[in-house]
């Protein structure tokens, strides 16, 4: 039987029949049969072929044409609904209306194929400023949906989609809140930048320091306590402390978040005091420059140790290192496996039998200078074993740690004077921090003795 299926093999070519006249057929015509081609398929071989190919086209992983990038449809104003291209083209380059009424242009001629570069040469607007358009209108449409005044819209009508851009990530409740407070401080791009990080970051704050004098429902407590916080990361008393303050005064909207914020510019609250007499230390504390050792014209070698070796291991350091020859090779009186190289700060360059520790958390500082970093780096102590009595009680000695896993620990003189410990391992002459890209609280020259 002939499959009616038809492939490439098993063909089976008829020859040319003749036939022959009969009785039955002397009447009629000699009768030939073109040659054909039939398939003789097998039904086993053909599925199993077919599934072959499904195999395949499974394996091979599926191909994604690219799309470019089409903005979501934003329906046009009632009077750009007949407006053909050129005409959409014209009020953008000539910037016809409010920013936030020829937004939806900008999203159409993208969806009619126009790539950012494209739009930008013929309209003047660069990609950048599209972008910033359509998500501060989306913006704006929230603060309407909220049933925002009309008069604080009215504001960003003129240069408002640099200042509603930068409270995209706010919820809606916190756009209008956030909005009413912008047009009553009149703040620009800059300010409505410091004001969405702040209240995004207000929550993470939870169990600082004050925190709960703020409210987070107010943008202005949010700000304040942005200010408060940075005020903090300064010297007291410092003209950038100073300044932190009286800004978070000017932002600050509760009375209890105000009192908080005037105890502390005006040094009313005793707490305050006593954390005022902490702060002033004899022990720098500095972050080490990306690239400053390689800089230094000068530099120290001190032997390292990690905090957790314990006591033993402090003794056991290298105290005697000097340089020999004319190049300064650098020569320690016994072998050690952790070294540091250190640019010749005045408090390091003369130490009797110098060592340096390693913390891995900054918190075993105990003066209240520390701040939020003290929570997130290691640091490098460095102590002078030649100096072991406690002398000073606002100096910070190395001792042991008997408490805690942590072998060692930094101790204030005055509470190792209370616990009637007059001896320690070194006295701190300085603290190091690890170098980050932001060096802006580097410690300035006139700081060091």
Known sequence: MLSPCISSVNTLNLKFL???????????????????????????????KQRQVQQQQQQQPQKQLYQPFRPPPTPL???????????????????????????PLITSLLREGFSPPTLEETTGITGVEQNRIIVATQVRDTLVQANTDEEILSYFDSGGAEVLYEIRLLSTSQRAAAARFIVEKRYDGKGAQDLARS????????GEKHWESFDYHLPGDCLAYLYYRQSKENKNPSDPRTAFLQQALSAVESDKARNVILEELNGKAEEEKVEDVVLKVPVNVVRLKIGEVAEATSVVVLPVCKAEEGERVIMEAPSEIRKEGEFGIVVAEKGWEKWVVLPAWGP??????GVVVSFLDARVLPWKANNRWCKEEPILVVADRSKREVENDDGFYLVKDDGNDVGLKVQRGSILKEMG??????????????????????LSEEDWD
């Open 77 to 103: 104003p009632s009077k750009y609904d007949n407006l053909d291209i050129p005409g959409r083209i014209d009020i953008l380059a000539n910037r016809l209306g409010a920013w936030h009424e020829y937004a």
């Open 199 to 206: 209240i995004k970051d207000f929550p993470s704050r939870r």
């Open 18 to 48: 003749n036939i022959p006249p009969s009785s039955s057929n002397l009447n009629r015509s000699f009768y030939r049969f073109k040659s054909i081609s039939a398939v003789l398929n097998n039904p086993s071989s053909h599925s199993k």
């Open 421 to 442: 410990v007059n001896e320690c391992l070194g006295n701190v002459v300085i603290v190091v921090r690890p170098p980050t890209e932001n060096d802006g609280d580097m």
């Open 348 to 353: 390091v360059v003369n130490l009797g039998k």
